[in-house]
C-alpha cells in the first residue's frame, strides 16, 4: 500500500511540474507579471514626461495602480537624481509622417475658389466694420 501512495505521489508531482512546462502559469505568476508591466509602463510614461492620466489613456489594459506606483516611484527617483524628462521622438515622427502623407493625398484648391474666398472675406470685414 506504501509504495501504490509512493508512486501515486511521485506521479502528481510529476504532472503538476508538466504544467509548468507546457506554459500554464498559475495566478499569482500572471499577476506578478501584470504589476511588473504596469510599473514599468508608469516609469516609462513619468521618463517621458507624460502626465499620468495620459498615461492611463494609453495604455488601457495596464492595471492603474500600478502604472501609478510605477510612475511614483520614477518622479521621485528623477527629483532625487536631477534626471530631466526625456521626449520621446517616435512618437512626433509617426505624427509628422502622417501629416506628410495627408498633405501629399490632399487635392490643392483651384484658383478661382481662392479667390473667391478672400473676396467673401473681404465683404465680411467691410459689413463688419
Not at 506504501?2 to 508531482?13: E, F, N, P, Q
Not at 499569482?28 to 492620466?53: L, N, P, Q, Y
Not at 500600478?66 to 509617426?94: C, H, S
Not at 483651384?110 to 467691410?126: L, Q, V
Request: net charge neutral; hydrophobic share 45%.
Amino acid at each position: 500500500m506504501s509504495r501504490l501512495v509512493i508512486a501515486a505521489t511521485c506521479v502528481a508531482a510529476a504532472l503538476l511540474s508538466g504544467c509548468e512546462m507546457l506554459g500554464i502559469e498559475s495566478p499569482e505568476k500572471v499577476a506578478a507579471a501584470r504589476e511588473a508591466d504596469g510599473r514599468a509602463v508608469g516609469g516609462a510614461c513619468r521618463h517621458a514626461g507624460r502626465a499620468i492620466e495620459d498615461c492611463y489613456a494609453l495604455n488601457k489594459k495596464a492595471d492603474r495602480a500600478a502604472v501609478f506606483a510605477g510612475w511614483r516611484d520614477m518622479n521621485d527617483y528623477m527629483r532625487e537624481n536631477k534626471i530631466e524628462v526625456v521626449a520621446p521622438t517616435l512618437a512626433t515622427q509617426v505624427a509628422s509622417n502622417e501629416a506628410k502623407a495627408s498633405d501629399e493625398h490632399a487635392e490643392p484648391e483651384p484658383a478661382e475658389a481662392a479667390g473667391d474666398k478672400a473676396a467673401r472675406k473681404g465683404k465680411a470685414k467691410a459689413h463688419g466694420s
